[in-house]
């Protein structure tokens, strides 16, 4: 009887083994992480860009943001800029679909012109625009089976995609810019949780580094409007 029960314990365990070792297509992780987007009302955002000199290991300016951001554009967040490691600006945000107001240094709170132009300084990459950038790049840079989930990895100098960098994201890039990028999903492959982006302008002898994450959907929680 013991050896059936452990035979029987054997046999499921394989079995788990070869269900968690398939890998979905990579036609497949697009569909599922377009699809997801749809059902996202709501996500944590951090943002950190660090630009060098190439060749240096210290980077000359630093920007350091982090939001809350929903899909009706209320959102919050804040964002510290440095320079050689000191900080030169300090600011926060808060914004319905209507209204948005930004404050420097904890001082008072103004109004932006739109509740946009409020978030845009903190939801720096909204994860729509990552959304849309996967779609440009999905016939160069397909999805891979990683170890937690799946990822798309590229280094190069590809000129279709420097462009989608460039108009999708915002990112400037030119002749001689070098690109590595990598993103990264959940173990399922239905969110996007990370994105590594390194733009090396060989020309001008500078790198520009950013790592994004994308976190707790749907979980996040309203402030009220200032006063």
Same mark, same amino acid.
């Given at each position: 009887?013991?050896?059936?029960?452990?035979?029987?314990?054997?046999i499921a365990?394989?079995?788990?083994?070869?269900?968690?070792?398939k890998?979905?297509?990579?036609?497949?992780?697009?569909?599922?992480?377009?699809?997801s987007?749809?059902?996202?009302?709501?996500?944590h955002i951090?943002v950190?860009?660090?630009d060098?000199?190439?060749?240096?290991?210290?980077?000359?300016a630093?920007?350091i943001?982090s939001a809350?951001?929903?899909?009706?554009?209320?959102?919050?967040?804040?964002?510290?800029?440095?320079?050689?490691?000191?900080?030169?600006?300090?600011?926060?945000?808060?914004?319905?679909?209507?209204?948005?107001?930004?404050?420097?240094y904890?001082?008072?709170?103004?109004?932006t $012109?739109?509740?946009?132009?409020?978030?845009?300084?903190?939801?720096?990459?909204?994860?729509?625009?990552?959304?849309?950038?996967t779609?440009?790049?999905?016939?160069?840079?397909?999805?891979?089976?990683?170890w937690?989930?799946?990822?798309?990895?590229?280094?190069?100098?590809?000129?279709?995609?420097?462009?989608?960098?460039?108009?999708?994201?915002g990112?400037?890039?030119?002749d001689t810019?070098?690109?590595?990028?990598?993103?990264?999903?959940d173990?399922?492959?239905?969110? $996007?949780?990370?994105?590594?982006?390194?733009?090396?302008?060989?020309?001008?002898?500078t790198r520009?580094?950013?790592a994004?994450?994308?976190?707790?959907?749907?979980e996040?929680?309203k402030?009220a409007l200032?006063?």
């Amino acid at each position: 009887m013991m050896k059936w029960i452990k035979s029987t314990m054997v046999i499921a365990f394989l079995f788990i083994l070869t269900a968690c070792g398939k890998s979905l297509s990579t036609e497949a992780v697009q569909e599922q992480v377009v699809t997801s987007a749809d059902s996202i009302l709501n996500y944590h955002i951090t943002v950190k860009q660090s630009d060098y000199k190439e060749g240096t290991k210290t980077p000359s300016a630093q920007t350091i943001a982090s939001a809350s951001a929903w899909k009706d554009g209320t959102g919050y967040g804040s964002k510290i800029d440095k320079t050689s490691g000191k900080v030169t600006n300090q600011l926060e945000v808060i914004a319905d679909a209507n209204i948005g107001f930004i404050r420097y240094y904890h001082d008072k709170w103004e109004k932006t $012109i739109t509740a946009t132009s409020s978030l845009q300084n903190t939801v720096v990459f909204p994860y729509t625009k990552l959304i849309q950038f996967t779609k440009e790049i999905h016939q160069l840079v397909p999805w891979t089976k990683g170890w937690q989930g799946y990822e798309k990895s590229y280094s190069g100098d590809d000129e279709a995609l420097r462009k989608a960098v460039t108009s999708v994201l915002g990112i400037a890039t030119n002749d001689t810019s070098k690109v590595e990028l990598k993103i990264k999903t959940d173990a399922t492959g239905d969110l $996007i949780t990370n994105v590594e982006i390194k733009v090396v302008d060989e020309g001008e002898q500078t790198r520009k580094e950013y790592a994004i994450a994308y976190l707790q959907f749907n979980e996040q929680q309203k402030k009220a409007l200032p006063k």
